[in-house]
């Protein structure tokens, strides 16, 4: 029986474009009875084709079953009437043009027609929720749902506050978000653009206005956004991906005004990759070629100061946190770090210095004031964040920590979601910090590792990271560390365990080696793949796979770098077993409180001489086997384990 708090079991969509078919596509998924409605059966036909084959590609990568394919597809119903859609559903969602007078008027409609307590909710990227809740008789009802392309795989909702919007409105269209599977942040003023939009928008912006003024190579600011801060995309690489056309008035909407070059490539019908041509052509289909060398004269900060300008201004104005502004970039966006934690590294003075310069933009007070007051980032301990200094002081960014203080299971969660938990030397430097500390507690009786989000493990090392790749030297000592740095995990005196839920792929994989056992879900890919980018393996697969599967196995998995499934990978001896998807989190706690059961010292000495027995002569194996034999016969775990087993019962090892 549901109650009041629960979410509704009809949504209906309106429109079945670009936006509509995914979150009707989602809604089936998680269960909702879904209607999507549009103005002609051509849309809806293409819609529908678009969804069989997004589940199509879900059930290829294992991430689904036929049969739930089959389900969602069944849960699905197209229409061209706009009150059939309606009908009794908890939720209706448009995703029609971004045009605010076209959303009016929808939502006038959808007033009349919807369930008089249904929430009406709009998937825009920017435009007014508190215009279009006021186009209706129920505007504490109307609230923003922003999704972000392709609905169905990234994980963030921006939820967004009307004028008018009621507490309870919110709080249910967050139980929703929860409900799809996806993480929401609120945005709590309707400002033009949001959170994601506005504060991406200097991005590009800024970028094309150094390129019009200045003369800077586009490819150069590009190569210096990617290779030395870390973004997936340049800022016009990114232009082009999301449509000058849509850039330019979307921005002029929100009060930034567009370079006079993006508005001549606008007149001149070059709108980016959906028109074969923006800043750079596509004709043939590639992506443009930048390297990493192209950037590193560029100081990236010019264009990263009007984006951290703008989310300083959203924490100024209450909009919402800095931890949530961070958190909505990452996830809706792909913003390494975040502004404000990016903000926190670069040095609130040195964005402070470059905005003073800038002509287009007024320092937000707040950044003003921290600096006046020495609150400058990490190099000062504290800016938007807490930066902890001297000894036993921990804080991550990359990853996160966690200890189970009844089973003595601790857990390092690799924590770039937004980027499939790709490694990065920020990653590593906190990885080793953190062993270091584990090994040291005595609390600690095993250690899980895993990746954050339902995608990956972890998908390997992030390239956008390797800095200038013509200067092997650098490159050779980064996979030094990483060696060193995994080195410390296979010798982790206490059981480990990798838990791939999704992608372990390259440096991925190289990780999971590193660890004692590997549980695997049922959709997890796993693979040494390097050699498919014409790379390979540098944090020590190469060696690991040789001495796991033998010379044969591993050349095959190297030399042809094949994207094993679960399945596969436990035929082949690459994991330890392998669970279905539902049952992976309690398989993994159930393997690694076992674990954390045995007898500390024992448990170290055994896998002391497992590690050693492959790598040195029989003779030297079976000393080393025999002297930590002798030495565990001292312990009183020994006499704990017998009493134990004596008395019928478990034993309580204590590590002494």
Known sequence: MRTPGDPPTKIAVIGAGEMGHGLAELAALNGFTVTMRDIKEEFLDRGMERIRWSLSKLVESQQITSAQAEAAVGQIRPTLDLREAVEGAGLVIEAVLEDLELKKKLFAELDALAPPRAILASNTSGLSIT?????????????????????????????????????????????????????????????PGFITSRTIAPYMLEAAWIHQEEGVPKEVID?????????????????????????VYATEKAGFPAPASM???????????????????????????????????????????????VAAGLVEDKVASHEEIDEAMRLGTAFPLGPLALADALGLDAVLEVLRASKRYAPAKILETMVARGDL???????FYDHPKGEGAMVYQTILVSKDSETGVATITLNRPDRLNTLVPQ?????????????????????????????????GADVTSFGDVTKSHRVWRMSRRTQQVFGRLADFPKPTVAAIHGYALGGGC????????????????????????????????IARLVKLLGLARAKELVLLGPRLTADEALAAGLVSRVVENEAFPAAVKEFADRLAKGPPIA????????????????????EAEAMAFGHVTSTEDVFEGIQAFMEKREPRFKGE
Do not use: W
């Not at 980032?377 to 800016?383: A, L």
């Not at 953190?434 to 954050?452: M, P, Q, S, T, W």
């Not at 990780?511 to 390097?530: H, P, V």
């Open 223 to 247: 190569s210096a956004l990617r290779f030395k801060v870390g973004f997936p995309m340049g800022p016009f690489e990114l232009a082009d991906q999301v449509g000058i056309d849509l850039l």
């Open 131 to 191: 215009a279009m809740g006021r186009a209706t008789k129920r505007p504490d009802r109307v609230v923003g749902m922003h999704f972000f392309n392709p609905a169905v795989l990234m994980p963030l909702v921006e939820i967004v506050k009307g004028d008018d919007t009621s507490p309870k409105t919110l709080r249910e269209a967050e139980a929703i978000a929860r409900a799809l599977k996806k993480k929401s942040v609120v945005c709590r003023k309707d400002v």
């Open 603 to 622: 448990m170290r000495l055994a896998k002391h001489v497992l590690n050693r027995a492959a790598e040195v002569p029989l003779d030297a194996a079976l």
């Open 427 to 459: 990653l590593v430097e906190e990885l080793d910090r953190a062993l270091v500390e584990l090994e040291k507690d005595d609390a600690v009786r095993c250690l899980v590792i895993a990746g954050a989000g339902e995608k990956a493990f972890s998908a």
């Open 510 to 541: 190289e990780l999971a080696l590193a660890c004692d056992f590997r549980i695997a879900a049922k959709r997890a890919k796993i693979g040494q793949t390097e050699i498919t980018l014409g790379l390979i393996p540098g944090a020590g697969g």
């Open 377 to 383: 980032g990490e190099k000062s301990g504290r800016g």
């Open 263 to 309: 508005k001549e490539l606008v007149a001149a019908g070059k709108f980016g990759r959906k028109s074969g041509e923006g800043f750079y052509s596509y004709r043939g289909g590639e992506r443009p070629r930048i390297t990493s060398d192209l950037g590193k004269g560029f100081e990236a900060v010019r264009v990263l100061a009007p984006v951290i300008n």
